[in-house]
């Protein structure tokens, strides 16, 4: 076979499989969504809870301050907290040596919006949603949360929550996290490595974690 023949075939190939990988990445999206049913309208009235769970972004770059996301999630929080709805919350995020702490940052956040210090808990290895909820559950022992974050994100942190035994709701602060043809296309990737996640279980390493203080 001429060797344009075997690049057009290979081509073709990898072209059929992204389109297969896309498909069904589309798929487990549309099923994750159906969580959204869990994500309680504003004015509703929430249940108990043992903590309410904020999920951390970066202060920074394209889904982070400049979109206000963060902003967005504090607020949200914040008025859980002065509306009498909520009173504890678990931040958690990524961090990365000492200069840069998501869950300190929003601490930080929520304690300038008026949340005393000692009513709120960190975890600084948060470093994917996945990690955020496997850890609320086996670290720091939560089985009932309310959720904060973004509408976008919250069907998957609630189809998470839900398949490791956590009772979890979602509240939604302002803005979204994917916008545009990437944003929709990471949705669906991201989806179906939440399928990929349920399926394997939570990691050891991520439980054996020490818990930040």
């Known amino acids: 076979m001429k060797p344009l023949r075997l690049l057009m075939l290979g081509t073709g190939l990898a072209a059929l499989a992204i389109g297969a990988f896309l498909t069904v990445a589309a798929m487990a ?5 159906a969580w959204s049913a869990y994500v309680l309208d504003e004015g509703q009235q929430l ?3 043992d903590v309410v769970l ?18 967005h999630r504090m607020n949200r929080a914040a008025g859980l907290w002065h509306g009498g709805q909520a009173n504890r919350f678990l931040v958690s995020g990524i961090r990365i040596g000492d200069s ?3 869950a300190a940052s929003m601490r930080d956040e929520l304690v300038a919006r008026g949340v005393p210090k000692e009513a709120i808990e960190l975890d600084s290895l948060g470093n994917r949603t ?6 609320a559950r086996y670290v720091f022992g939560k089985r009932r949360l309310l959720i904060v974050s973004q ?5 998957r942190a609630i189809f998470l929550a839900r398949h490791i035994g956590i009772e979890a709701w979602g509240v939604a602060a302002r803005g979204a996290n994917y916008e545009g043809v990437y944003g929709e296309v990471v949705r669906d990737v991201t989806s179906l490595a939440a399928y990929y996640d349920v399926v394997k279980g939570p990691a050891a390493a991520v439980i054996a974690a020490v818990r930040p203080h």
């Not at 999206?29 to 969504?33: G, H, L, Q, T, V």
Request: proline content about 5%; overall charge negative.
């Open 29 to 33: 999206r549309a099923s994750i969504d």
């Open 47 to 49: 249940p108990k809870v």
């Open 54 to 71: 904020v999920l951390g972004t970066s202060p920074h770059g394209m889904r982070g301050q400049d979109h206000w996301t963060l902003s």
């Open 100 to 102: 840069y702490d998501e």
């Open 130 to 135: 996945w990690d955020s909820v496997v850890r």
């Open 151 to 155: 509408g976008d994100h919250l069907a």
